[in-house]
């Protein structure tokens, strides 16, 4: 089953921009799987497990502004989770589902937390609002997650893992052919795990693309500027947030838990199942950050958990 490709308009301070998004399965069903990526990944790194759930849900994988197919933004301080979170909503308003399950792999994680506590924040409409007339309809409620998929993300993450992210964020590499860049995604995404070389293309032909005969990271390389200025003062009340809005979800959550992460630590996970009740782990053996979800065992466990 092959996807569609759409965007929906979205908003910053500095104006107007277009997120990208893959659409797979029937577009008329309601039950939808939202399937977030990580900091510098895109909605492409899906496409095994949305081939997979695209039988029994409309499975929606979007490229995160400043990611694939999306927009740069022209303030690179926007971005940042809140703003990513509040596409979010723009997109799943105008996909309208009944049903929203959300896949997160770590940035993709902490959008789904915070969309939560966007949602948990929402102000009710005033009583004295008049009703709608002329054909016009009050706004639907907003969606909830129903299910969600922490896949290696917590509200704690890790500050080495930070500084190896910076490490390759801010590497502006380019390479002269794709078997080059292969070997770049083999050594710097080691910690997914082993893979076979057909992975190993699969994770490297959306990360790059080719412009002028070089292969260049498909991304905007500004997103380094907001990850960079992350301060220790920042990083302490950004978790703080996190943990409340982790503790106010009420949907079944999966965690996905690399055994051999340095971004979410096995006492991260133990605080996690100790501040909420329906929290279920999957330690996914061999792996660190992130798990791949291109292996079956690990798209079964999400597609048994999603059910």
Excluded at 25 to 32: A, E, I, K, L
Excluded at 88 to 114: C, D, E, F, H, Y
Excluded at 143 to 161: C, K
Excluded at 245 to 264: K, N, Y
Aim: charged share 15%.
């Amino acid at each position: 089953m092959s996807h569609r490709i759409a965007s929906v308009a979205c908003t910053s301070p500095a104006g107007l921009h277009r997120m990208a998004y893959y659409d797979w399965g029937d577009p008329q069903n309601p039950d939808v799987v939202l399937c977030v990526h990580g900091l510098t990944r895109n909605g492409r790194d899906f496409d095994v497990l949305a081939q997979a759930l695209s039988s029994r849900y409309r499975v929606i994988c979007p490229d995160v502004v400043g990611r694939g197919l999306s927009d740069w933004l022209s303030l690179p301080m926007n971005y940042v989770v809140p703003q990513y979170a509040a596409d979010m909503v723009n997109l799943i308003n105008q996909i309208k589902p009944q049903t929203l399950r959300w896949v997160g792999t770590s940035m993709g994680g902490l959008i789904a937390m915070t969309y939560a506590a966007l949602l948990a924040q929402a102000s009710v409409p005033a009583p004295s609002l008049p009703p709608a007339r002329c054909g016009q309809s009050l706004p639907e409620p907003f969606v909830p997650i129903t299910r969600l998929v922490l896949n290696d993300v917590g509200p704690r993450v890790q500050g080495q893992s930070i500084e190896r992210i910076t490490a390759y964020l801010c590497e502006p590499v380019q390479f002269d052919s794709f078997a080059q860049a292969v070997q770049y995604i083999k050594t710097t995404a080691a910690s997914f795990g082993p893979h076979t070389d057909a992975q190993w293309e699969m994770l490297t032909k959306h990360y790059f693309v080719q412009r002028d005969g070089r292969w260049v990271k498909h991304y905007d390389p500004a997103i380094a500027v907001a990850f960079g200025a992350i301060t220790p003062q920042w990083a302490a009340a950004g978790e703080a947030a996190m943990w409340q809005a982790f503790a106010g979800i009420e949907a079944p959550t999966l965690v996905l838990h690399g055994e051999q992460s340095d971004l979410l630590l096995a006492d991260t996970v133990d605080a996690m199942q100790r501040a909420r009740a329906r929290v279920q782990v999957h330690t996914v053996k061999g792996v660190g950050h992130a798990p791949s979800l291109l292996q079956a065992d690990q798209v079964e466990v999400v597609r048994a958990f999603l059910q």
